[in-house]
C-alpha cells in the first residue's frame, strides 16, 4: 500500500514487515469512520520577554481542547507581529509602541477575533487587530485612549469584554492618572472605528488602592458578571474576584483571595487573571510572575466566587511559557488547520486527521523516512506514536484515538512491543555506520 525503497531487511525486520502488512491489509478491508472535531478549543495568547523590554517579538498562542494542556501554535513563532512603523526608529513614531504586552483576544459575534494589547510600557495608546482565523491579521490600529492634555504615564492590561446585553464590546485598561493610583477606566466600542471617551474623572473601578489586570466573565448560572483583577490593597499582588449585576458594574470585591499571597492555594505574587468556563468548570488562569510561571485554578462549585471551593490544577496542567496572556474559547471550524499543533499529523495533507493519517504513520513507523516524524529527531519512534494519538484526540476528543484503533482493526501498541520492535532497526542502524 505504501511502496518504498529500502534495503534488504534482518529476519526480524522482515518478521516486523509482514506483521505491519497485516495490519495494514486488515485496516484496508476495515470500514471507515468519520469522527467530528470537537466544537471549541481553548487558545492561549501571551507575550513573552522579561520586564520592561517583553513583548517586542510579537504576541504567542498555544491551543487546548480541555483547557489544561496546551501545546504552541505556528510551530512556536508568534502568530502576530505589529508594523514596524510603530516602533521607536520609525520616522513617523517617537515612541515605542510596538510591544504586544498583556494580549486579550475575544471571538466576536461578527465572525472575528478580535485582539487588544499593551503596545507600549509608557504609552497612552492600545493596539488593536483582527482576525478570521488566528493566522492573517487585519485593520491594525493604535487607539488614542487619553487625550494630550491628561497626564497619564500608563494605559496598561487592555481586556476584551462582549456585552451582548447592550451590544458593545467592553474594552477595561488600568491607568495611573497625575501620578496616582492605578484605577481601571473603560471604552465601548460596537465596530472598532468609533470609541466611546475615556472620562479621567470617572474609573470603571476603583477599591481604594492600585488595581490592574481586570477580565470580565457572564456568570449566566447566577445572572451576574464576575470580574477577576489584580488587587494591590494593603501592598498584596494577589487576586480575587468581584461581581456585579451587569457588566458596567457597580463591583463587589470583598471576596476572599483566590490566589497569590494570603491564599490557600497560591502563595507567590500574581497578575494577569484569565477567567474562563469551560463545560461546568471555571478555570483562572495567571501569571506567577515573581516565581515565572503560568498557573490555573479550577472551581465547579455552584458560587464561583466562593474562594474555598478553589483548587490548584498548576501540577495537572501543561501551560506555555509566557507572560500575562488570555485563554478564550475557539470555534475550531475557523482556525487556521496549519496553524494548530495537530496540523503535524496531518501526514497525508487533507487538512484533517483521519484513519488514512494513522496508517501514513503505522507504515512508517520505526523508520528514518520523514513522513511520521513529529519530533523531527531523524527518526520514528514511540515518542512521535505518542505525539500523534495526542495530536489525534486533541483534534476529535478524548477516547477518539481509541475508537479509530477498533474501526482500523489495529491495536494500539504499548511502549515495550515499540521498543522491543525498535531494536533491530537501531541495530541495524549501527551494522550500517
Known amino acids: 500500500m505504501f511502496a518504498a525503497t529500502r534495503h534488504a531487511d534482518s529476519p526480524n525486520q522482515t518478521r516486523y514487515r509482514c506483521g505491519l502488512a497485516f495490519v495494514l491489509m486488515a485496516a484496508a478491508l476495515a470500514p471507515g469512520v468519520a469522527v467530528a472535531a470537537n466544537g471549541t478549543g481553548q487558545v492561549f495568547a501571551y507575550f513573552q520577554g522579561p520586564w520592561p523590554t517583553g513583548g517586542h517579538s510579537g504576541?504567542?498562542?498555544?491551543?487546548?481542547?480541555?483547557?489544561?494542556?496546551?501545546?504552541?501554535?505556528?510551530?512556536?513563532?508568534?502568530?502576530?507581529?505589529?508594523?514596524?512603523?510603530?516602533?521607536?526608529?520609525?520616522?513617523?513614531?517617537?515612541?515605542?509602541?510596538?510591544?504586544?504586552?498583556?494580549?486579550?483576544?475575544?471571538?466576536?459575534?461578527?465572525?472575528?477575533?478580535?485582539?487588544?494589547?499593551?503596545s507600549g510600557i509608557s504609552t497612552r495608546s492600545i493596539g488593536y487587530a483582527k482576525s478570521a482565523d488566528l493566522k492573517t491579521w487585519t485593520d491594525e490600529q493604535l487607539i488614542d485612549i487619553w487625550s494630550p492634555s491628561t497626564v497619564v504615564d500608563h494605559t496598561w492590561a487592555p481586556e476584551l469584554f462582549y456585552d451582548a446585553a447592550n451590544s458593545q464590546y467592553q474594552i477595561i485598561f488600568a491607568s495611573n492618572l497625575n501620578g496616582g493610583d492605578h484605577k481601571l477606566y473603560s471604552i465601548t466600542t460596537s465596530d472598532f472605528s468609533?470609541?466611546?471617551?475615556?472620562?479621567?474623572?470617572?474609573?470603571?473601578?476603583?477599591?481604594?488602592?492600585?488595581?490592574?489586570?481586570?477580565?470580565?466573565?457572564?456568570?449566566?448560572?447566577?445572572?451576574?458578571?464576575?470580574?477577576?483583577?489584580?488587587?494591590?490593597?494593603?501592598?498584596?499582588?494577589?487576586?480575587?474576584?468581584?461581581?456585579?449585576?451587569?457588566?458596567?458594574?457597580?463591583?463587589?470585591?470583598?471576596?476572599?483571595?483566590?490566589?497569590?499571597?494570603?491564599?490557600?492555594?497560591?502563595?507567590?505574587?500574581?497578575?494577569?487573571?484569565?477567567?474562563?468556563?469551560?463545560?461546568?468548570?471555571?478555570?483562572?488562569?495567571?501569571?506567577?510572575?515573581?516565581?515565572?510561571?503560568?498557573?490555573?485554578?479550577?472551581?465547579?462549585?455552584?458560587d464561583p466566587a466562593n474562594a474555598a471551593s478553589w483548587v490548584n490544577l498548576t501540577g495537572d496542567a501543561n501551560l506555555p511559557d509566557g507572560h500575562h496572556g488570555t485563554v478564550f474559547n475557539a470555534p475550531n471550524s475557523v482556525l487556521s488547520f496549519d496553524f494548530l499543533p495537530y496540523s503535524r499529523s496531518d501526514l497525508n495533507g487533507d487538512q484533517d486527521l483521519t484513519p488514512d493519517d494513522w496508517l501514513l504513520f503505522l507504515g512508517n513507523h520505526l523508520t528514518t523516512t520523514s513522513i511520521g516524524d513529529l519530533d523531527a529527531d531523524g527518526d520514528n519512534d514511540f515518542d512521535d506514536f505518542r505525539l500523534f494519538k495526542t495530536d489525534y484526540e486533541t483534534f476529535h476528543g478524548s477516547g477518539a484515538f481509541a475508537s479509530m484503533l477498533a474501526s482500523v482493526a489495529a491495536p494500539e501498541p504499548s511502549a515495550a512491543l515499540l521498543a522491543l520492535m525498535g531494536v533491530p532497526v537501531v541495530l541495524g542502524r549501527r551494522r550500517g555506520k
Open 59 to 118: 504576541v504567542y498562542m498555544s491551543y487546548s481542547s480541555d483547557g489544561l494542556n496546551f501545546q504552541p501554535m505556528n510551530n512556536g513563532d508568534p502568530v502576530y507581529v505589529p508594523p514596524e512603523a510603530w516602533g521607536p526608529g520609525s520616522s513617523t513614531n517617537t515612541i515605542d509602541e510596538d510591544q504586544t504586552r498583556d494580549p486579550s483576544v475575544l471571538y466576536g459575534p461578527d465572525g472575528y477575533f478580535h485582539m487588544v494589547w499593551t
Open 194 to 302: 468609533s470609541f466611546s471617551t475615556a472620562d479621567p474623572n470617572n474609573p470603571y473601578f476603583y477599591n481604594g488602592a492600585t488595581i490592574i489586570d481586570a477580565m470580565i466573565a457572564e456568570d449566566s448560572a447566577n445572572n451576574r458578571y464576575l470580574m477577576a483583577v489584580k488587587d494591590e490593597q494593603n501592598g498584596a499582588k494577589n487576586i480575587r474576584l468581584a461581581t456585579a449585576p451587569t457588566a458596567q458594574g457597580p463591583w463587589t470585591t470583598d471576596n476572599p483571595v483566590i490566589v497569590g499571597p494570603g491564599s490557600a492555594i497560591e502563595g507567590n505574587v500574581t497578575e494577569g487573571p484569565s477567567l474562563l468556563k469551560v463545560d461546568d468548570t471555571w478555570l483562572l488562569y495567571y501569571d506567577a510572575y515573581g516565581a515565572g510561571y503560568f498557573g490555573v485554578a479550577a472551581t465547579s462549585d455552584a
